[in-house]
């Protein structure tokens, strides 16, 4: 994987950081206990990852694709990278990723855009792009992505991978680089669903580090996804939501969503429409709550405490107004902007008041569409994988690429993205929902898919 790393990462720059010693002793290490006796009883020990550069790494740069963080080395590991080394996984290096988890594309990451290895003239999404290109590339079988609106499923979608975002509170925040807190949820990426599953089972689970870890043991993911290859979904009901399809998805999308649906049933399940009303105010509730969280997360950059710091002026006040000035970029400062503004008194009530009334009415949404079906589906992007430089300077397009991913964030349940064919060329994703703490049967369907 170094060796492919080599030849293919120039172009494609899926990583920011390569570790490449560090890989190749963690890999020695895995073979000495191997020799021993005493290997890690993970069946990935010595397996490489690709971690997303929003993970801290003790023995790592971690940047979070921010110039505000260049050069800074955390002092101790998230709880995903040491779940990941206790378990033998051999960390490749960090990869590229939109600013502070914001964006689409990665193309708002300070150092680079990240070309899809499909087409190298299109973005592999985003905001974890890097995760995504590096599998997509095989240059790792693995790897690890956040999603807060969509990163892990749009990037998987646009780039033919599988991307889980587990259930909140799934996978510990611990040492995650903070987006939105009540929305951001690491999770596993492979190319193919019996990866994926084998990697959730490595870094999820209850960690005390984190206040929000669901104290509850991990649905055992590897053995739905093992019953699910069988291909029988007899009994199973599946849920298309009205309001996922249709009006705004590409025609190649639209088609390849409709192709998975006759292969759902010829599998056995049983297809039902399910209406979820209030989905479509789910973006303009998203757009309002993340900036907000953001706001008060990215206060911490001050140019005391890490990283960057530009001396200019006289006062502390100057100092952190002229680092945060050169070390934000333009979405990170845009979103710092809306979601204070949100926050003010006087406006509080009216923005960010209602926008988690919105969120309330999705997850009773999801509530009422999971009593008639035990998974819902829906494409996972309107569109397959973008120009490069078509949507950088267009928030709103860009926005639009979370339509079908973003409500399941407001309402902490679980989904992921399938590979489900190719429109003119380009790889499309299957998502498919699941209840809160729902994974195994989301993962029994994916491989039965898949
Ligand atoms: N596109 C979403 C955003 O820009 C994705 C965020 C995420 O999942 N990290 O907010």
Known sequence: HLDRID??????????????????????????????????????????????????????PTTAGSRILEGWRPPYDATVTSRLRAAGVTILGKTNMDEFAMGSSTEYSAYGVTHNPW?????????????????????????IGTDTGGSIRQPAAFTGTVGVKPTYGGVSRYGLI???????????????????????????????????????????VVAAAREGANGDLSGLRVGVVRELTGEGYQPGVQASFDAALRQLEKLGAEVVEVSCPHFEYGLAAYYLILPSEVSSNLARFDAMR???????????????????????????????????YALSSGYYDAYYGQAQKVRTLISRDFAAAFGRADVLVS?????????????????????????????????GTAAMSVPSGLSDGLPVGLQIMAPALGEAVMYRVAAAYE
Do not use: W
């Open 7 to 60: 030849a293919v990462d120039g172009t494609v720059h899926a990583f920011l950081h390569v570790a490449a010693d560090a890989a190749l002793a963690s890999a020695a290490l895995v073979d000495d206990s191997i020799a021993a006796g005493t290997a890690p009883a993970s069946p990935l020990a010595g397996v490489p990852l690709a971690l997303k550069d929003v993970f801290t790494t003790s023995d790592m």
């Open 119 to 143: 087409d190298t003239t299109r973005v592999p999404g985003g905001s974890g792009g890097g995760s995504a290109a590096a599998l997509a590339a095989f240059e790792a079988p693995l790897a």
């Open 178 to 220: 903070a987006c939105a807190s009540s929305l951001d949820q690491g999770g596993p990426c492979a190319r193919t669903v019996l990866d994926t599953a084998l990697l959730h089972e490595v870094i999820g689970g209850y960690d005390p580090l984190d206040s929000t870890s669901i104290d509850a043991p991990v649905p055992s």
């Open 306 to 340: 890490y990283g960057l710091r530009v001396s200019e002026g006289a006062s502390a006040e100057a100092v952190m107004a002229a680092t945060r000035e050169a070390g934000f970029g333009p979405e990170v400062k845009r979103r710092i902007i809306l979601g204070t």
């Open 379 to 411: 494409p996972a992007t309107p569109t397959t994988a973008f120009p490069i430089g078509d949507k950088v300077d267009d928030p709103l397009a860009m926005y639009l690429n979370d339509l079908a991913t973003i409500p399941t964030n407001l309402a």
